[in-house]
């Protein structure tokens, strides 16, 4: 009982440090269009977006972003403009439901809470993905995911469900728990890039210990990097905004952590 209690309090410290700064890190080209797109899954609606560069002609790779605990904010949007401006077309899901977005964190701890079983997470992943592929603009062999926090868990249940994605997945400060490590090690096919904060407080040194051996040892396809001195929210501007000890933006993490994602996604797409 003890431990499940240390277990949630560090949970919610942790998804704590999710919330999406809506300062833009770059300026986007203005040959970016966005669209918000309603779509609808066991009779539940949900409000996804997609983002592509006009100038960019013909079929291209397609990126799944999987936003935070806190819902599709506007900081996983900013992450899907900055992917189309790469060339690739960008949708970032919305795993709990239409205009479902918060800032408290109790009511954000309920939200991925009801996502917690993996099947059902899985689910609304892959008609996500089902869903980009059949955007015009995407090339559907040439698909890839990223996930920040909350979504760092889902591209890493992609992967551990024997999914193959030519792109692969990149998590950032995710969570490195899932109830499919042992089991999900040996079926791993898709390329993993996981970035994660060495300073980061919220992820049990152990526990992140036994996430990489327990791949490693599968011979799974994982790249893992600890970036030194990072703490947990290392992507996000304002981070340590929220008071919380343990919580910062780090612009080296930051910088590095995007420039490898963008040539693991360039190496993997050839």
């Given at each position: ?24 890190m770059s300026q986007i080209k203005e040959s970016i269009k966005t669209q918000d797109f309603e779509y609808n899954l066991d009779g539940k609606d949900y409000l996804g977006y997609f983002a ?219």
């Open positions: 009982m003890l431990r499940s209690l240390v277990l949630f309090s560090t949970l919610v410290l942790f998804f704590n440090g999710c919330a999406g700064d809506k300062k833009e592509v560069d006009s100038e960019v002609k013909g079929k291209r790779p397609g990126i799944l972003v999987i936003h935070e605990w806190w819902g599709l904010n506007d900081y996983p949007k900013m992450r899907a403009r900055q992917l189309a401006e790469l060339g690739y077309v960008a949708f970032a899901m919305d795993v709990y439901g239409k205009g479902i977005v918060t800032n408290d964190h109790n009511e954000a701890g309920k939200l991925s809470g009801a996502n917690g079983d993996s099947k059902s997470f899985l689910k609304k992943i892959n008609y996500a993905l089902k869903l980009l592929k059949e955007n015009p603009d995407v090339d559907p062999n040439k698909i890839g995911a990223i996930g920040y926090c909350f979504g760092g868990k889902g591209v890493i249940e992609i992967a551990l469900d024997g999914q193959e994605l030519k792109g692969g997945v990149v998590s950032f400060h995710g969570m490195l728990m899932s109830q499919n490590l042992k089991t999900g090690a040996k079926k791993v096919k898709t390329k993993m890039l996981v970035h994660h904060g060495a300073a980061d407080p919220f992820m049990d040194p152990k526990m992140v210990e036994e996430f990489v051996k327990t791949l490693k040892d599968a011979n799974a396809p994982l790249e893992f990097v600890s970036h030194p001195g990072a703490k947990h929210g290392f992507t996000k501007l304002g981070a340590e905004k929220h008071g919380l000890d343990g919580l910062a933006y780090n612009a080296e993490a930051d910088a590095k952590s995007f420039q490898s994602m963008k040539e693991f996604f360039a190496t993997n797409f050839k």
